[in-house]
């Protein structure tokens, strides 16, 4: 579990450096350059999210239920991972309809991600993961709605309702790929059992 806790705090710690310390990674732009801020960033997740994925496959092995989610929330789950691709798939496209709408459509879809994650999965080590994920997720889009009152950031501008298609079928086709097999090949569970 220890494993778990150093990986989502390093992980969401270097993605929460703009919010709770948004002077320290100025300065390293100012002295050393963005690409540099970049590098030093994009190492320290890297390192973050391997310890996430070894620390949680450990603590699934060895931590208890912390609650027996009932059947239906799993249905549930199944519904909102959907939505979660769909937005996903939104936020990577130039905007549509859904990311005007929704205005930080890959923040949005890490809350549904963690949230439908929450109802299906009640060991500790998984709430201790997406719990962690949901308030970094909540935490982001607080700074956001600060930051575009502050000008500091552009909230997307509508450009055609067919990326609203794209992103769809792009969400659709993710998710029918990760219940088919994806999931299960990349986490060990299958989020529907066949036969």
């Given at each position: 579990m220890a494993l778990l806790v150093l990986g989502i705090v390093i992980f969401l710690g270097m993605h929460l450096v703009r919010v709770v310390a948004p002077g320290l990674r100025a300065s390293v732009i100012e002295r050393n350059g963005k690409n540099a801020w970049m590098g030093i960033y994009t190492v320290i997740s890297l390192i973050g999210l391997g310890l996430i994925v070894y620390?949680?496959?450990?603590?699934?092995?060895?931590?208890?239920?912390?609650?027996?989610p009932p059947v239906f929330l799993k249905h549930i789950?199944?519904?909102?991972?959907?939505?979660?691709?769909i937005c996903l798939a939104a936020g990577f496209l130039p905007a549509g309809?859904?990311?005007?709408?929704?205005?930080?459509p890959q923040i949005l879809s890490i809350k549904i991600w963690a949230l439908a994650h929450l109802l299906a999965n009640g060991e500790t080590s998984s709430v201790l993961l997406f719990g962690s994920f949901?308030?970094?997720?909540?935490?982001?889009?607080?700074?956001?709605?600060?930051?575009q009152?502050?000008?500091?950031?552009v909230l997307p501008v509508f450009r055609s309702a067919r990326y609203d298609l794209?992103?769809?079928?792009?969400?659709?086709?993710?998710?029918?790929?990760?219940?088919?097999k994806l999931h299960e090949l990349l986490i060990g569970v299958a989020p529907i059992v066949m036969g």
């Open positions: 620390g949680f496959g450990e603590a699934r092995a060895v931590t208890g239920m912390l609650y027996n789950s199944l519904l909102l991972m959907l939505l979660a691709f309809r859904i990311a005007v709408m929704v205005k930080h949901l308030a970094w997720a909540v935490i982001m889009r607080i700074s956001m709605k600060r930051r009152r502050a000008g500091e950031l794209f992103a769809i079928l792009i969400g659709v086709a993710a998710y029918l790929l990760f219940i088919w």
